[in-house]
């Protein structure tokens, strides 16, 4: 089975939540929307893990928050 990094190639849906950390109802809801690839194994759903990927590398990054200044303006 082919892998990305560490991760098979596909996920079985009740083990995607705790690797992707990513509800599994949000994880449907992307496969819904097309942001990732959920496919039909006999009678259980598995995650395409390079799908799953791609979707978090095109999320904004957050940025850096400003730590308050030292000095107290009054």
């Known amino acids: 089975m082919e892998k990305v990094g560490n991760l098979p190639l596909a996920v079985p849906m009740e083990d995607a939540?705790?690797?992707?950390?990513m509800s599994k109802s949000h994880l449907y809801r992307?496969?819904?929307a097309g942001r990732i690839d959920l496919r039909k194994v006999g009678r259980k759903t598995v995650?395409?893990?390079d799908t799953v990927v791609a979707y978090l590398n095109s999320l904004p990054t957050t940025a850096r928050l400003a730590l308050p200044s030292a000095k107290n303006p009054k």
Request: proline content about 9%; cysteine-free.
């Open 47 to 49: 995650v395409i893990t």
């Open 17 to 21: 939540p705790r690797l992707f950390g």
């Open 30 to 32: 992307m496969g819904r």
